[in-house]
């Protein structure tokens, strides 16, 4: 009987709000939402074939770009469909299920994205501290073990939220005043106490969220220290160069991450409008952009995207 009640908890489905208080202009704030979500997409599918056809770029750094790539179009595509049709359809309902598969996979690729930059910034470390060692030292059978590390452990911290929300009962309000779900967001329509659910929430995102933030910044202390100690200027802006692209990403992926969980557990005073808006942008603007950076900063993938449209003009 005790099974039938708990099913029943979560037998009806949610109410996702959108945007509160600014519902009125919904139909208007999906329309950068969607074309943001086409760059996201054709920039990384972009980035994704080159990759993938082209063997000069069949190295270490572009592998861990497409696994980037990859985890960036699972985000967004996890998020902005159903945001659009909230806007634009007015489908505000989703299932309980639904809501903890959209809820896994933004939290996983979240987690892995945090993960694969990390990785990236060991690559960097490898390619300028070691040069001569660099293709002994990242082979394809390291990078098929760090792609296997990182995602299990993305996958073993987001797993227990999953249980954390299925042991709780739904039996007051199912109106989630978010366009996604989120794990506090949720947690906190429960009719019971959620007090695991938020410090499990809070300090785990937190915790590896710095620790891969800490191994990011030794690894380019080491890399600072490597590239001044370099004969030349021009080796030095090279060195440099090649490093510019990834640390746009890290602070353009990092800084909304850390404002969205510190406004989570202590922004009281900050509104649930701007909130939501910026917790949406954190999940739309990094996947659209990221292509765009390494394509614009990156000689290799900006030869071969400007050859790519070329031939294509010209056929």
Known sequence: MGVFNRSSYHSEPFILVGIPGLEQFHVWIGIPFCVIYIVAVLGNGILLYLITVE???HEPMFLF?????????ILSTAGVPKTLSIF??????ITFSGCLTQMFFLHYTFVLDSAILMAMAYDRYVAICSPLRYTTILTPKTIIKITVGISFRS?????PVMFLLTRLPFCRTHIIPHTYCEHIGVARLACADISINIWYGFCVPIMIIISDVILIAISYTFILCAVFRLPSKDARRKALGTCGSHVC?????YTPAFFSVLAHRFGHNVSRTFHIMFANLSYVIPPALNPIIYGVKTKQIR?????????????
């Open 55 to 57: 063997r000069s770029l």
């Open 249 to 253: 990403v890290i602070l353009m992926f």
């Open 65 to 73: 770009l497409s696994m980037l790539a990859t985890t960036d179009l």
């Open 303 to 315: 030869e071969k995207v400007i050859l790519l449209l070329s031939t294509k003009v010209t056929e």
């Open 88 to 93: 634009w359809l007015g489908a505000r309902e």
């Open 155 to 159: 996958f073993c911290i987001i797993l």
